[in-house]
């Protein structure tokens, strides 16, 4: 037990220990900050003018599977899509969460329900707030870009993992005349997301987005502690660099003795 009285994880790295002793001062009340993020500032923006059109938000949380290499991207995806939902129902706004895989469209139903019902709307809340709209990369964009033009959404937002269908559907998004906000980590389609995009979370960025919205201590202090271990790794490698450069391999010696 920490000394606030809840269960810690039994881990035993020097890494893990340091998030467990960030976590236990964020509960302690000493919580980290992170740097604002434009993109996820404007999600209730986006919402707020979408209420006041009478038009709804769509959302995606990428493309890929809960089993792939990827899922981080679609999980980060679905924890902006908690957010979104809970601020959908708090204004009585409209909400379409297309999804392409059948994993998942469980998720997000499961997510978009619990959010109307935690905001006390559960009886606003519809079955067609989700909608699994194909298994074939292409075949979701086009059907994606169709559905935001037919329901003229004043909104979009896509976060999550992204191949070849994000310009086309992204350039659908633009053409509705309502705000997009997208964000993903992978590298390849950031340059199509950030020219179709008012806002556009790059990289990172998307890990962070869940505790930056719920600002929960807890989750605050992780991206704290990884944050810190990477830049201890980037010291270290500089250093072994330079300290190679001038002949002496300490750094190296000392991490194979590890």
Not at 160 to 167: F, V
């Amino acid at each position: 037990m920490n000394p606030i009285g809840k269960e810690i994880p039994n881990v035993s790295s020097s890494d893990n220990r340091l998030i467990i002793y960030l976590i236990i001062r964020a509960r302690q009340g000493k919580a980290p900050s992170i740097r604002r993020l434009p993109g996820l500032d404007a999600i209730e923006e986006a919402v707020g003018r979408a209420t006041e059109m009478g038009r709804p938000v769509h959302f995606s949380p990428g493309i890929v599977e809960l089993t792939h290499e990827r899922a981080p991207q679609t999980l980060a995806g679905l924890s902006v899509l908690s957010y979104v939902a809970s601020l959908c129902a708090k204004y009585d706004t409209g909400l379409v969460t297309t999804i392409m895989k059948p994993d998942v469209y469980v998720v997000a139903e499961d997510i978009v329900k619990n959010a109307f019902l935690v905001e006390g709307k559960g009886e606003r809340y519809r079955p067609d707030m989700v909608r699994f709209i194909g298994a074939e990369q292409f075949a979701y964009g086009a059907a994606a870009v169709g559905i935001m033009h037919r329901e003229k959404v004043a909104a979009n937002i896509m976060i999550g993992a992204w191949y070849a269908e994000s310009l086309m559907v992204t350039e659908g998004g633009a053409q509705t005349g309502g705000i997009q906000i997208t964000g993903s980590a992978t590298v390849a389609q950031l340059p199509f997301l950030v020219i179709a995009s008012d806002y556009c979370l790059m990289g990172e960025e998307i890990y962070a987005a869940s505790a930056y919205l719920s600002k929960d201590p807890t989750q605050l202090a992780v991206i704290l502690g990884q944050d810190l271990a990477k830049a201890a790794t980037i010291a270290i490698m500089v250093v072994g660099a330079v300290l190679l450069a001038f002949g002496s391999d300490v750094v190296v010696r000392l991490i194979n003795s590890q």
